[in-house]
T-cell receptor, first 111, second 113 residues
Framework: GEDVEQSLFLSVREGDSSVINCTYTDSSSTYLYWYKQEPGAGLQLLTY?????DMKQDQRLTVLLNKKDKHLSLRIADTQTGDSAIYFCAEQGTNAGKSTFGDGTTLTVKP | DTGVSQDPRHKITKRGQNVTFRCDPISEHNRLYWYRQTLGQGPEFLTYFQNEAQLEKSRLLSDRFSAERPKGSFSTLEIQRTEQGDSAMYLC???????????FGPGTRLTVL
């Protein structure tokens, strides 16, 4: 079945760039998503990319997709302490039904 | 519209009891999804509806679990004869159509004693 893998932890200094990586197995993935989850809060959609795109930029966020390697990354420029959270990568297949999530990357931003 | 709402936010029950959760999606969203999230893991898909039709169910959804969306608006998820392993956050999401992003509710945290 589908699988999504992420590294568990990332620590950066305030003002640096953060890069969170994700790999997935479903070659028929149509949409790939990045969600943010803060302690005690629900999932917040940050950005998404359609599978026929290589890159998408949205303010401080840049998403890169390497479809050949099934690799997705999220770059956060000028990382702030408020960016500290768990970031989930998710893929949605061509049947546009369920999304399959990774186990999340905990981003810690040190002042 | 205030987004996806879920009720209750927290539920503590004893093993063997039945529980029911409710999800109210964003109005006019015809897709509704249920996920389960345990500590340290990402959400796991349980089931989804297109209007009132339940289109897919995960293998995780044992026969103790049942979900309904009778009028194509709100949905309920019932767990019968709860077990300690059912303790988790139950998340609901909705989307306008299949190819729009899913908006998540705050979740219902279930604790089975």
């Amino acid at each position: 079945g589908e699988d999504v893998e992420q590294s568990l932890f990332l620590s950066v200094r305030e003002g640096d760039s953060s890069v969170i990586n994700c790999t997935y197995t479903d070659s028929s993935s149509t949409y790939l998503y990045w969600y943010k989850q803060e302690p005690g809060a629900g999932l917040q959609l940050l950005t998404y990319i359609f599978s026929n795109m290589d890159m998408k930029q949205d303010q401080r966020l840049t998403v890169l997709l390497n479809k050949k390697d099934k690799h997705l990354s999220l770059r956060i420029a000028d990382t702030q302490t408020g960016d500290s959270a768990i970031y989930f990568c998710a893929e949605q297949g061509t049947n546009a039904g369920k999304s399959t999530f990774g186990d999340g990357t905990t981003l810690t931003v040190k002042p | 519209d205030t987004g996806v709402s879920q009720d209750p936010r927290h539920k503590i029950t004893k093993r063997g009891q039945n529980v029911t959760f409710r999800c109210d999606p964003i109005s006019e969203h015809n897709r509704l999804y249920w996920y389960r999230q345990t500590l340290g893991q990402g959400p796991e898909f349980l089931t989804y509806f297109q209007n009132e039709a339940q289109l897919e169910k995960s293998r995780l959804l044992s026969d103790r679990f049942s979900a309904e969306r009778p009028k194509g608006s709100f949905s309920t998820l019932e767990i019968q004869r709860t077990e300690q392993g059912d303790s988790a956050m139950y998340l609901c999401a909705s989307s306008l159509d299949p190819y729009n992003e899913q908006f998540f509710g705050p979740g219902t945290r279930l604790t089975v004693l």
